[in-house]
């Protein structure tokens, strides 16, 4: 069996192990307080989730597997927070150690990254549930309040540049595109980030192909 074929194998078999850690709480509550859920409202939150979650999980799978590997691929997919950790981790990574996609010593650094931050998540999640009452006063201060809102946009314009600096030729239709989306339907923009994200790609992806055939990158 080759290495790819058994990363999938054990990708699959821990898939199905963290699907059932992950009902095993709820589980345990029903069996211990003998509440069992109200079956129907249960299975239209399910079929309202699903219809709601699973295109923008399908279309992860599609964008991110190919940047991730295998191995890594399946690891995120259970433990998380692909679009803001782990694939910001990967890309970075890989820039440091020279890596190309789908080799494999890019497997490895994909691997070891995504595992890495997820143990690094763990810890600081962990200390987070610990220190939350302690420092409550400090978190919830008029200083620092203000700045948690921008977060994400602060580490997404540090990691952007990098590559945008390097790349602006694919850079500018894309971010055009998002710009309009977001001039004309904005709560459609925020609520369905995982469709804009998916239509940056594709159009990035074909002015790629079109500079590639007129030898302009």
Request: charged share 10%; with cysteine.
């Amino acid at each position: 069996m080759t290495y790819r074929n058994k990363m999938h194998l054990y990708g699959r078999i821990f898939i199905v192990l963290g699907l059932v850690v992950m009902l095993l709480p709820p589980s345990l509550i029903w069996i211990i307080t003998g509440i069992s859920p109200n079956w129907g409202q249960f299975t239209t939150g399910v079929i309202a989730l699903s219809v709601i979650y699973l295109p923008g999980g399908l279309i992860e799978m599609m964008t991110y597997s190919p940047l991730l590997g295998t191995s890594a691929t399946y690891l995120a997919f259970v433990t998380g927070n692909l679009i803001n950790l782990k694939v910001p981790c990967v890309m970075n990574a890989r820039e440091i150690c020279k890596t190309e996609i789908n080799t494999p010593e890019n497997e490895v650094v994909s691997t070891v990254s995504v595992a890495f931050s997820s143990i690094t998540t763990v810890v600081i999640l962990s200390l987070g549930v610990i220190l939350l009452l302690p420092l409550k006063p400090l978190l919830q201060s008029e200083i620092l309040a203000p700045a948690f809102t921008w977060v994400i946009s602060a580490l997404f314009g540090a990691l952007g540049y990098k590559y945008f600096k390097g790349n602006w030729k694919l850079v500018i239709a894309p971010m055009v595109v998002v710009i309009l989306l977001s001039m004309i339907a904005p709560t459609f923009v925020n609520g369905q980030v995982i469709i804009i994200i998916l239509i940056a790609a594709l159009v990035t992806v074909a002015v790629a192909k079109y500079l590639f055939d007129k030898e302009k990158i």
